[in-house]
């Protein structure tokens, strides 16, 4: 009788956990080298590590200390003896383009110090609706947050706006809709469509001055409230986006029933969030936002598809589905009132 071999086991080692650990580090490089203007400078011709450093006005050594670690992630390549930016990084990180996001990548910064203390954080039995961020929102900040995030939204406004059809709707609410990038675009695509942007006081006043800026006054308003309590106004289209993680599913639910109760019958309603799988495992983007509410000390958490697909049929809505809005990152749910 032969004997089978017993096959070995895979060794498990501690990499994985170390990379984990050093993952702070990543994030420090990349907004470094935003701070720097490196991805900027070598767009514009600083194609070795010396020509780098001058313009940047840092020393050659760690000049090539941040250019080893940039090659490494993907960041910067190197193309017949110079330096060229990875594709993203030329997209998104040549300040002075259109799509521009450093602000957006430097947005979290901030909040490093609260991070390194994560443990404190979930051990307090402290908690809020709304953050205290949120809550003591003064236009100042709301400007420096929306000038942050601005150029990502109209990117998903885009994305919406060629997902979605909206012809022959008439109004949208758009529910926390900030700077109002996603009504911006909306009602440039689709004639006859307007919109109104339900946020805070302080925000409100910042969402008209990116409105003016577009030159869309003719079609986007606002509506100052907290879109938790404040009556909402008759709408053919409701649209709630990247504001999930911030509230608890009491919360939410409550929001998608107020969004059908406002809804003219044959209207639709449109969620788009950092949501979990339909099974509540990953993708890690929307869990750590999920995670960041603990920072915040509110009621908020990580919110599943499974879970908003039931909040908007508890609520009354048919045709309910789920797509992806953005791989790994949003999801949209959306779902029409009953014409009846």
Not at 40 to 50: F, I, K, N, P, R
Not at 175 to 190: D, N, P
Not at 229 to 255: C, H, K, R, W
Request: some cysteine.
């Amino acid at each position: 009788m032969t004997e089978v071999a017993e096959r070995p086991r895979p060794r498990v080692d501690s990499s994985r956990l170390q990379d984990l650990a050093l993952s702070y580090w990543k994030s420090a490089a990349l907004m470094s080298a935003v701070d720097l203007g490196v991805f900027s400078h070598v767009s514009g011709g600083a194609g070795t590590v010396e020509e780098l450093a001058e313009v940047a006005g840092i020393s050659s050594r760690n000049a090539e200390r941040l250019v080893t670690v940039l090659r490494a992630m993907d960041l910067l390549h190197l193309d017949q003896g110079r330096l060229r930016n990875a594709a993203d990084a030329e997209r998104f990180l040549v300040q002075g383009e259109r799509n521009y996001a450093g602000p957006w990548i430097q947005f979290t910064r901030p909040r490093w110090p609260e991070w390194g203390r994560l443990t404190e954080h979930l051990q307090s039995r402290e908690e809020t609706v709304l953050s205290a961020d949120m809550t003591a929102m003064t236009v100042e900040r709301a400007r420096s947050y929306h000038q942050a995030t601005y150029s990502i939204g109209m990117g998903a406004g885009h994305r919406f706006a060629k997902h979605v059809d909206l012809s022959g709707r008439r109004q949208l609410l758009d529910l926390g809709g900030g700077s109002g990038a996603y009504s911006i675009v909306a009602t440039r695509k689709f004639p006859g469509l307007r919109a109104t942007v339900l946020d805070l006081p302080a925000v409100v006043e910042v969402t008209r001055e990116f409105v003016a800026a577009a030159g869309a006054q003719e079609r986007v308003d606002t509506l100052a409230g907290d879109f938790t309590s404040t009556e909402f106004p008759s709408a053919d289209v409701v649209l709630m986006a990247s504001n999930l993680p911030q509230y608890s599913s009491e919360i939410i639910g409550t929001v998608v029933a107020k969004a059908f109760a406002a809804l003219e019958p044959g209207g639709e309603m449109h969620l788009i969030g950092e949501m979990l799988a339909a099974d509540g495992v990953g993708p890690l983007g929307p869990a750590l936002w999920g995670l960041a509410e603990a920072v915040a000390h509110t009621t908020g958490r990580a919110h599943s598809e499974s879970e908003c697909v039931g909040y908007f049929r508890r609520a009354g809505f048919e045709r309910v589905h789920a797509d992806p809005f953005v791989a790994g990152t949003l999801t949209r749910v959306s779902g029409f009132k009953p014409r009846r």
